[in-house]
């Protein structure tokens, strides 16, 4: 089992920055992929962006590419999300999950942190 908690959320100013960490129990960190996930107001979850072992191996979605930096630190159990140049639309709960690198889904969640961007 897999426990994840999100930290790090809050209110930033359009253009701002802010980093969301997760920290994970689990003893053996760096066979889990690790992916953020966000869910605004009234629509569906969406993918941000995963990392496997090394920070060589990310992807991002469109929305948040160029502005969006994921990266781990297996000593530490954790993952970041680094955000540049935030906008109201990336207002959201932030999810932190967790698969195994030989499954296709994340089966483990965190309870999420909210960020809101305001002008």
């Known amino acids: 089992q897999v426990q994840l908690v999100e930290s790090g959320g809050g209110l930033v100013l359009v253009g701002g920055s802010l980093r969301l960490s997760c920290a994970a129990s689990?003893?053996?960190?760096?066979?889990?992929?690790m992916g953020w996930f966000r869910q605004a107001p009234g629509k569906e979850r969406e993918f941000v962006g995963d990392?496997?072992?090394?920070?060589?191996?990310?992807n991002y979605a469109d929305s948040v590419k160029g502005r969006f930096t994921i990266s781990r630190d297996n000593a530490k159990n954790t993952v970041y999300l680094h955000m540049n140049s935030l906008t109201p639309e990336d207002t959201a709960v932030y999810y932190c999950?967790?698969?195994?690198?030989?499954?296709?889904?994340?089966?483990?969640w965190g309870r999420g942190t909210q960020v809101t961007v305001f002008t």
């Open positions: 999950a967790a698969r195994r690198l030989d499954r296709n889904e994340y089966n483990f």
């Open positions: 990392i496997r072992r090394t920070v060589l191996t990310t």
């Open positions: 689990v003893r053996t960190f760096s066979s889990y992929a």
